[in-house]
């Protein structure tokens, strides 16, 4: 989730959605925080969006350089949003005559893109402002640019400062909503990247158990389920006797550090696979210097991919973990413009009041774009249960860090949200219960401080996370699962007969190694793994590549190689084969339940008051929606799922 410094400051307004991600005329997601707005502009110009104020703790330091470098993204405004919205939906549900029927990137952009003469006309703008353009991305949807700070000030009549947050972490803020021509605003979504207060974080729990560095005392190490025994557990084994590997397949990875070759390679070695990888750098990339702790993630999610998937393709997308929002509209709008990878995996993500609605809608459009291209998305539930926002709770109100929160991108309705399990017993396949874990020293402490129900001292979950969206309607696809009385249209403004989107959709295996609880291992030296070599871990961020590897598999048998959104077709398929999805029945996603204690929310399921935020039950729940796969059944499902009639 965001785990570093976050600003409080959103968008205000009353949270309503259509079944899909919004369009024009729709309405955005509840305020958090404080809002600096924009005075009146000077004729001729028109503002566009608002600034945000300062984050909770953080103080300004001084006015940026002027000299620096400073990269933007500007959104255009798709010219039919609701057709685009609309058409999405046709070709990811089965029954629908459009359905995978699936468009060309450029198909795309003549019917939904930017008005004809839009990106033209902004284009010549940014130029005759001296800053430097760059071609266009999310089929025609970014325009980005850059230049010296002193232009982009003056392009977009706003400030822009440094400020030190509570973390210790400079970033730099924009003091004034930005503001463009008012012959050009009517093209302009939002402009991306004036501030970098946002960061992601990714949805990974390390280990403490380093491994022997030998590939045989990987396959042995205590705590740890290699690829193979995972690979019986979700019955990827019956497509690997059928030779299906992945291959003629390719997964692209959202992420926002860099990886080590040398560890590729060792891992790679250890398994005897030997997959096309390579890096593809967004907005000039990054390095495992500059990574961070996300050199654990962005390595776990290749070599998860490698071993469940040995020969499909894998492109690293990469971006600067500063750039923030900029960076993580570029890395899904260089994805969906370049249109290479059937599936899509993202391990990155945050608490969904704190992403900014621009950006929001920004992902929403390239989402449906990508499902309208048969692309596959899956995203990682997140780490901190019920409570989303825990993770921040240094850096938001207590009351927006205490609440009921679920994370962006999983919520989006164009997206297969992934959340945890635990495997309690193995076999295949397995008993599994909703993740949720008190290692001491490793979740998101909270200074509780005994009040509201709450204990004095605690120190911190790991646990999948679920619930409902405060920015998004149920799809269709999900409101004909879910029981009525386990549906709520209060958080998003929806219907009383619909209801507000729910997380997960799907789960599989997150816990962390402790004793009696075996999971994930993988390898690095460079970077945050600080030269342990083999290593144990956890998170929703494994149990996403997982989910995506397992659809490769399902590509590789598909025609055209594409299943595109697999969200409406899984929801389908649990109806009618208990085989294909195993479902899970244990267990919550409480952060507070592992204490035996509910947490200070009232909740209700199944008629009863003060439960645990949230059970696991027969059927769809929100700690590990659908349940976990059996990959053989599933797939076989998934290709039975016929396309539309052909059409003219």
């Known amino acids: 989730m965001f785990t570093a410094a976050l600003a409080a400051a959103l968008l205000g307004g009353t949270g309503v959605a259509g079944a899909g991600p919004a369009s024009a005329g729709d309405r955005v997601a509840p ?72 468009l060309r990137p450029r198909q795309i ?24 353009t760059r071609p266009v991305l999310g089929d025609g949807l970014l325009l980005p640019a850059d230049g010296p700070v002193a232009r982009i000030e003056a392009a977009f009549r706003t400030t822009i400062d440094r400020v030190r947050l509570a973390d210790g972490r400079t970033a730099l803020l924009n003091r004034r909503a930005p503001e463009v021509p008012a012959s050009v605003r009517r093209w302009v979504s939002g402009v991306i990247g004036l501030s970098n207060v946002h960061l992601p974080g990714s949805d990974l729990a390390p280990g403490r158990v380093p491994g022997p560095r030998a590939c045989r005392a990987a396959r042995t190490a205590r705590h740890v389920y290699t690829a193979a025994w995972l690979a019986h557990a979700y019955r990827f084994s019956p497509l690997y006797r059928q030779h299906d590997f992945g291959q003629h397949v390719t997964v692209a990875l959202f992420e926002l550090a860099d990886y080590a070759n040398r560890d590729i390679r060792a891992y790679d070695r250890c398994y005897r696979v030997h997959p096309a990888l ?89 989402f449906q774009e990508m499902a309208l291209q048969g692309q596959s998305v899956m995203a990682a539930a997140g780490d901190s249960g019920s409570e989303g926002c825990l993770p921040d709770v ?53 200074p509780f401080n005994g009040r509201h129900g709450r204990p004095r001292t605690y120190p911190g979950n790991l646990a999948g996370s679920g619930g409902i969206s405060r920015m998004w309607w149920m799809p269709s ?17 929806a219907p009383r007969a619909t209801g507000c989107r729910q997380v997960p959709d799907v789960s599989a295996l997150a816990a962390i190694g402790t004793r009696g609880t075996r999971v994930y291992v993988i390898y690095g030296t460079a970077g945050a793994f600080r ?64 204490y035996g204690r509910h947490s200070h929310h009232t909740c209700r399921s199944g008629g009863r008051r003060r439960r645990p935020c949230y059970p696991a039950t027969r059927g769809y729940d929100m700690a590990t929606g659908l349940g976990s796969p059996q990959a053989g059944y599933l797939v076989a499902d998934l290709l039975r799922e016929s396309p539309g009639p052909a059409r003219q």
């Open 31 to 102: 305020a958090v925080g404080v809002m600096v707005r924009a005075g009146l502009a000077p004729a001729g110009v028109a503002p566009v969006g608002t600034a945000p104020g300062i984050p909770p703790g953080a103080r300004v330091t001084g006015p940026e350089a002027r000299s620096a470098t400073l990269h933007i993204t500007v959104a255009l405004r798709s010219a039919d949003p609701g057709g685009l919205r609309r058409l999405a939906g046709e070709v990811s549900t089965p029954g629908s005559a459009r359905f995978r029927h699936f």
């Open 477 to 493: 696809w999900q409101a004909g699962f879910v029981r009525p009385g386990r549906r709520s249209g209060t958080r998003c403004g």
């Open 394 to 446: 240094k850096e938001v109100p207590a009351r927006v860090a205490y609440s009921l929160q679920v994370g962006n991108p999983a919520s989006q309705p164009f997206v297969t949200a992934v959340g945890g399990t635990t495997i309690t017993r193995y076999d295949s396949p397995p008993v599994q219960s909703a993740w949720n874990q008190t290692p001491a020293g490793m979740g998101f402490p909270a």
């Open 278 to 366: 390579r890096r593809v750098r967004v907005n000039g990339g990054t390095s495992v210097a500059a990574s961070g702790d996300g050199t654990l993630e962005v390595t776990a999610d290749i070599e998860v991919v490698a071993a469940m998937a040995p020969r499909a393709r894998i492109l690293a997308y990469e971006a600067p973990l500063s750039g923030g929002d900029q960076s993580i509209v570029d890395i899904y709008g260089a994805i969906a413009q370049q249109n290479r990878a059937q599936v899509v995996s993202s391990s990155w993500g945050g608490c969904e009041p704190l992403a900014g609605a621009a950006v929001i809608r920004v992902e929403a459009q390239l």
């Open 531 to 594: 030269g342990k070599g083999w290593l144990t871990v956890g998170g929703t961020s494994l149990a996403t590549p997982l989910w995506a590897a397992l659809t490769a598999l399902a590509d590789q048998r598909a025609a055209a190689h594409r299943l595109g959104l697999l969200s409406p077709s899984l929801y389908r398929i649990a109806r009618r084969d208990p085989r294909a999805l195993t479902d899970v029945v244990a267990g919550n996603n409480d952060y507070l339940a592992v």
């Open 109 to 132: 952009q003549a019917r939904f893109g930017p008005p004809r003469g839009a990106a033209a006309a902004v284009r010549a703008w940014l130029r005759s402002q001296h800053l430097v």
